[in-house]
């Protein structure tokens, strides 16, 4: 362990073939060939007959972020929107949460919920 740590550390270098290790990728390209599991999909609302392709997303069980900054200009269609789709991440037991000054939302389908918890940077 210690010398593979003063390896990686740059203290030493490997002096055999012996110190490398072949990786089998087979099996993950195996498993590459399968579809996956859920998509993070990309839309933008203009108006409120955007919303059912949205929905109809997260109900497959995918990841959607919607621009919803065309809204801002339209009060009531903002909220007739962000109603629409609190609702379906409801319906699905997902998650919803704002991003970049509202700009963005981002919807997740069961079992995917989203951390308040900034990673990194300030505020």
């Known amino acids: 362990m210690v010398k593979f740590l003063d390896t990686l550390l740059g203290r030493s270098t490997p002096t055999s073939e012996e110190d490398y290790m072949d990786l089998d990728l087979e099996a993950y390209e195996e498993s590459d060939a399968s579809a996956p599991a859920m ?5 933008t609302v203009s108006d409120i007959k955007d919303s059912p392709r949205i929905k109809d997303e997260v109900y ?10 065309r809204l801002k200009t339209d009060k009531i269609m903002y909220e007739r929107v962000l109603k629409d789709l609190k609702e379906v ?4 037991n997902g998650d919803i949460i704002g991003l970049g000054d509202q700009r963005y939302v981002v919807i ?14 300030v505020g």
């Open 39 to 43: 998509f993070v999909k990309i839309a």
């Open 60 to 69: 497959n069980g995918n990841i959607v972020i919607v621009d919803i900054s």
């Open 89 to 92: 991440a409801k319906d699905v």
């Open 108 to 121: 997740t389908p069961m079992s995917v919920k989203i951390s308040r918890d900034k990673i990194g940077g």
